[in-house]
Nanobody, 124 residues
Framework: QVQLVESGGGLVQAGGSLRLSCAASRRTGSTSIMGWFRQGPGKEREFVAA????????YYADSVKGRFTLSIDIVRNTVYLQMNSLRPEDTAVYYC?????????????????WGQGTQVTVSS
């Protein structure tokens, strides 16, 4: 089982930025797709963004396009989610997840490895 550890969450004012990190214990075929999901208070878990370790493909939810950006550090087995222009509605627990394959990449059921989550709170 691949371990995923998120970090970087916190409290920020609206319009601010945060960078989340997801460190994978190793890269295998079961972690070909790396995704970020979030679950706000009283809401279902939803897709945020996903990419591959090659970094050649990135897919974003419409709600974060133009504000959030994924990046990869192959040496550190780490995926980053840069979040800019944060809004109160971005408040949620953010989870990193890995899948062998996902079609579409936002298909939550395809992800079998999950991190413990990191809290992001955006104040108005």
């Amino acid at each position: 089982q691949v371990q995923l550890v998120e970090s970087g969450g916190g409290l920020v004012q609206a319009g601010g930025s945060l960078r989340l990190s997801c460190a994978a214990s190793r890269r295998t075929g079961s972690t070909s797709i790396m995704g970020w999901f979030r679950q706000g208070p009283g809401k279902e878990r939803e897709f945020v963004a996903a990419t591959t370790w090659s970094g050649g493909i990135a897919y974003y939810a419409d709600s974060v396009k133009g504000r959030f950006t994924l990046s990869i550090d192959i040496v550190r087995n780490t995926v980053y989610l840069q979040m800019n222009s944060l809004r109160p509605e971005d408040t949620a627990v953010y989870y990193c997840a890995a899948a062998r394959s996902a079609q579409p990449m936002g298909n939550i059921n395809a992800y079998g490895n999950w991190g413990q989550g990191t809290q992001v709170t955006v104040s108005s």
